[in-house]
């Protein structure tokens, strides 16, 4: 398998790139966006990632006149105008990220936002799992040449064999998800993750909406996820679709050190006798025929 670099990490199948997906977790403050990165670096996370759409043109006139109550107003277009960021704003995640030392991108929606996305140097581009059909979407992204990240959720191998095809092999992640907000444990079905890795030879993440940390940590201990994403937020009390299938900011915390405790335990699979357990041997060894 090959290995993929993003920023200045290489990724490859002994190595765990974490992902703190803010989305659109900030409702729309640049404050709560910044406080979100601060807190996905603490804990040790090695990216944050946004969504990022034209708004005019991923949705139709008829969709964002249709009545929608939010904090933003009573339209739908009122909601997705006032979730989104403009230039202004991610100039000020670009600036704080990078202080932070913590990568930043985002999954484009259409082709003005890839150009968008660009502009910034992005070090990496994630396909979300609504768009994994949009042949225009993805050759535009393999057009970039930058590491892409691609989400399997409600598609099928078929399906997920032509996006392949599509964006070529090199500098390519999938990612096992399941698009349900929050999902069940029950259907989370993590060894796909394998049938995945088998089926084509790349690396292989997980992108999980759960709410607890133990499905991920499987994901990476026992199925070798090599990516890790997960949705983060301050409160999980607070508004928005995509809240209560998040981590707060102690979930964030036990996740990486579950994570790196985890592969600890794991060892290099050697069954040796430690220099520790010599002065435990003679003491409690009574019998030793061979």
Request: aromatic share 6%.
């Amino acid at each position: 398998m090959k290995e993929v670099t993003i920023g200045n990490t290489k990724i490859n199948a002994e190595s765990t790139y974490l992902i703190a997906e803010i989305g659109i977790n900030h409702n729309g403050s640049i404050d709560t966006a910044k406080e979100l990165i601060k807190v996905a670096s603490e804990a040790g996370f090695n990216a944050v990632k946004f969504q990022k759409r034209t708004v005019n043109v991923v949705y139709s006139v008829e969709e964002l006149a249709k009545p929608r109550e939010s904090i933003f107003g009573k339209t739908n277009g009122d909601l997705k105008r006032g979730l989104e960021f403009g230039k202004s704003e991610y100039i000020e995640i670009d600036r704080y990220a990078r202080e932070l030392g913590i990568d930043w991108f985002a999954s484009p929606w259409d082709l003005e936002s890839i150009d968008f996305l660009e502009d910034f140097k992005v070090v990496a581009h994630k396909v979300a799992s609504a768009s994994l059909t949009d042949k225009s979407l993805l050759l535009k992204l393999k057009a970039t040449g930058k590491p892409i990240i691609l989400s399997t959720g409600m598609s099928n191998i078929g399906q997920i064999s032509s996006a392949v095809k599509i964006l070529g092999t090199e500098n390519l992640i999938l990612m096992h998800t399941v698009s349900t907000y929050p999902a069940k444990n029950h259907d989370l079905n993590l060894s796909v993750i394998d049938t995945l890795r088998k089926e084509f030879g790349l690396l292989v993440g997980y992108s999980g909406h759960e709410v607890g940390v133990l499905p991920s940590v499987v994901a990476v201990s026992k199925y070798n996820a090599c990516v890790l994403e997960r949705h983060i937020t301050l409160d999980r009390s607070m508004w928005g679709s995509d809240q209560s299938a998040s981590l707060e900011p102690n979930g964030m915390n036990r996740l990486v050190q579950y994570i790196r405790e985890a592969k600890e335990v794991e060892g290099d699979g050697t069954k040796r006798v430690l220099d520790q357990e010599i002065a435990i041997q003679e003491k409690l060894r009574r019998v030793t025929d061979f």
